[in-house]
């Protein structure tokens, strides 16, 4: 579908002009943080950064208070089930490290705040968001494991206080690029890659490219601190998505870039038009395309072309370790863990091709709680919609595939209690399933039976990230051809793939016949041509 | 040996186009249907759909003069004749007897040919033609398409259609060798005269 180099110079030039018109923006700061009085220090650690920070942004606490990087939960309505749910990193459950109930000590070292944000923690206490986790402009500040962050090394806070700057790809990557307990676990579209892009891994965030960061599209109404963005692993609603269409437009083969200002239509003025254009033709089949084809479906080919992601996590093999405690560990031929015996068996895969499904930008979604049927495999947040509902387009998927513990009683997915010393009960330090669900459900306030099983779970990641450069999106054949990426997505008839087996029987059937017709009606007349059927014929008659 | 003029300029311009467009068009047909691949997908759509504008443009054409020539009446299906012809091609053939009828420019078609003729440009070619038009701008009337039953109905019938075309063909080249000798009705076409 995608030609080669059709709209790369028209790509190039609006590419050019929204990186001068961004330049422009950050040459135009007015203030240098380095001669700011409040930010001479010394800072005794982080969170006296912060407290300088807000002597002159004083409203940037209250409005990150709002925002779900801060609450780790927001109001959803969830399909299948009753009412509005408070859901969110704080209790949502998956098929990674399961949930952070119990274990806020270890997993909230992403969250935003200093402290340990677990169901004792007052999210509408002050004095507690981390502006150098988001805004650390030296690239040394590092929030410390253990405790919801604050820890850690001593540095030279002063030095940090005052290189502060715009969030950047290594500042969201810190957390977002690590989610799951490390690099590309969880994301298979987000990892440091990203940090030295090419064009051919990630047209927008390429260095030789347009240059974007995380808030160039992620950026809300204008309105401070409002980040926009969402992801089906814990949100089920559609709303506050970052669209291609919100720059590119709902139709935009054949079509000129769209600039979101007039500042940045104004600086596009100052390059030439690309020199070449799509056949109107062309752009009207691509953009019949668009309207059930997700923009990443074509334009990501692969994802996971930086780094390897996890694809599999197979938690019933956990537990393996030395006599001492200490987990085994092991490593697959691509040096990917293979093995570690806190959480089980993983497989680790790169560049790998999506899986396509329906979607309308809403989920399902798993609650804990909610009792299933574990002779089939659980989907935690299956996508909604399909071919019939005018909103669903086909995605590209990343499926997350494992194994994880549930109570065979209660048929309910278990939260356990993971992240804990040697004796304390916790699983990765005794390694004790039975211990470690007794104590992560209660605090989750669920029944447990004392049993302990292994379901199959899947979950759904939408691929989003790492668009590829124009010409090294999918070609029309690779989903119109027998072998397509899209066999088995109902609902959709695609030349190349789609038949009718019994029609195609019937016509080639048709075709061997007349042929078997005319060979048998041509050997009939060589016969007769050379009397040879007069002589059959006759002695035939005289036999009777 | 008298010769007679069968096949005038135009007509034969019109086959042999129609020939050129239909082969083309089962080959890259058949690309996109998935049945082989030859030059790529995007590129046997990309003809497939040149060549069934060209035939759409040369059948229009072809319509017009047909009708402003009057040379339409040889299309007509008749009943006198046919079922000597039927026989003919049944059992006299296989004895070498002369044909029932001779080619005039008055009548240049048998009935069974006239049948087969009329049955395809009446019914097999619109049918073929009108699918492979909704077909190709399905962006520009999606409405109807989904009236129609979807465009899945409306690749299967294009598909019937193209599986309908093979077996005329089959049938057609062979019939090229029952003229008076095996090469007549091939040159016939080729040079317009006919030995009588």
């Known amino acids: 579908m995608l030609s080669a180099s059709r709209r790369r110079g028209r790509a190039a030039a609006a590419a050019a002009a929204l990186l001068a018109s961004l330049a422009a923006a950050a040459s135009a700061q007015t203030a240098d943080h380095r001669r700011f009085a409040a930010l001479k220090g010394p800072f005794q650690d982080a969170r006296a950064v912060s407290r300088a920070c807000r002597t002159c942004h004083n409203e940037a606490e209250a409005q990150l208070e709002k925002t779900t990087h801060w609450t780790w939960a927001a109001a959803e309505k969830i399909p299948g089930h009753p009412g509005i749910t408070r859901l969110g990193k704080r209790n949502a459950v998956n098929n990674f490290c399961i949930g952070i109930q119990g274990n806020e000590a270890s997993c909230t070292k992403c969250h935003i705040g200093f402290g340990r944000p677990d169901k004792h923690f007052d999210f509408s206490k002050h004095d507690a968001a981390d502006c150098l986790v988001c805004h650390d402009g030296t690239g040394d500040y590092v929030k410390a494991g253990g405790e919801g962050g604050g820890g850690g090394e001593p540095v030279d806070y002063a030095r940090l206080a005052q290189g502060v700057g715009p969030t950047s790809l290594r500042t969201c990557g810190s957390c977002h690029f690590n989610g799951g307990g490390g690099e590309g676990v969880k994301h298979g579209d987000l990892d440091a890659s990203l940090l030295d892009a090419t064009k051919a891994l990630d047209v927008h965030m390429a260095k030789d490219g347009m240059g974007f960061t995380c808030s160039t599209c992620h950026r809300g109404d204008e309105v401070g601190h409002a980040i926009k963005g969402r992801l089906t692993s814990v949100s089920v609603s559609s709303a506050g998505f970052v669209t291609c269409a919100q720059c590119h437009g709902s139709a935009p083969h054949g079509m000129d870039f769209i600039f979101r200002s007039d500042r940045e239509r104004i600086s596009s003025a100052h390059f030439a038009p690309g020199p070449e254009r799509l056949s109107p033709w062309q752009s009207l089949r691509r953009n019949w395309h668009a309207r059930r084809i997700a923009c990443q479906t074509c334009h990501i080919p692969e994802f996971a072309r930086g780094e390897p992601t996890k694809m599999w996590w197979d938690w019933s093999t956990a537990g393996r370790h030395h006599p001492d405690g200490r987990p085994v560990i092991e490593f697959a031929e691509d040096g990917t863990m293979s093995y ?205 | 040996m008298s010769r007679v003029y069968l096949f005038k300029r135009y007509e034969r311009f019109w086959h042999w186009a129609q020939v050129a467009l239909v082969l083309t068009l089962i080959v890259t047909g058949f690309e996109v249907h998935g049945t082989w691949r030859l030059a790529g997908f995007e590129a046997a759509v990309k003809l497939h759909e040149a060549c069934g504008m060209a035939l759409v443009v040369l059948t229009l054409f072809t319509m017009f003069w047909h009708a ?96 309908a075309m093979i077996s005329f063909l089959i049938v057609h080249l062979y019939m090229i060798t029952t003229g008076r000798t095996l090469g007549a009705n091939l040159k016939a076409m080729v040079t317009g005269w006919v030995a009588d």
């Open chain 1, 340 to 544: 570690w015996g806190i959480k089980g068996s993983f497989r680790w895969q790169k560049d790998v091709v999506p899986a396509y499904r329906w979607w309308d930008g809403r989920s399902g979604r798993y609650l804990l709680g909610d009792r299933f049927d574990p002779s089939r495999v659980l989907v935690l947040n299956p996508p909604l919609g399909g071919p019939g509902d005018p909103a669903a387009k086909i995605w590209p998927f990343k499926i997350h595939s494992g194994r994880q513990p549930f109570d065979p009683v209660n048929k309910m997915l278990i939260q356990p209690y993971l992240a804990g010393k040697k004796g304390s009960g916790a699983f990765w330090g005794d390694y004790d399933w039975v211990t470690a669900s007794r104590i992560g459900m209660k605090g989750a306030g669920l029944p447990f039976s004392g049993k302990v099983a292994f379901a199959r779970t899947d979950m759904y990641w939408p691929v989003t990230h790492m668009v590829a450069q124009g010409a090294r999106g999918l070609s029309c054949a690779d989903c119109h051809s027998r072998d397509s990426r899209l066999a088995g997505v109902p609902g959709v008839y695609l030349p190349g793939y789609s038949r009718s087996r019994a029609l195609d029987f019937l016509g080639w059937l048709s075709a061997v016949l007349c042929l078997l017709g005319v060979l048998l009606h041509g050997a009939l007349r060589w016969l007769g041509g050379r009397g040879h059927l007069e002589r059959i014929l006759s002695r035939i008659r005289r036999m009777r």
């Open chain 2, 68 to 163: 402003t020539t009057g040379e339409v009446r040889h299309f007509i299906p008749t009943r006198k004749n046919f079922a000597e012809q039927v026989r003919f091609y049944t059992g006299g053939i296989f004895r070498r007897e002369p044909h029932p009828e001779i080619a005039t420019p008055e009548k240049k078609f048998n009935p069974v040919q006239r049948a087969a003729y009329f049955g395809l440009l009446i019914f097999v070619f619109p049918v073929q033609i009108a699918a492979g038009v909704l077909y190709l701008g399905t962006p520009l009337w999606p409405g109807l398409i989904a009236r129609l039953g979807g465009l899945r109905e409306i690749a299967l019938v294009h598909t019937a259609g193209a599986f």
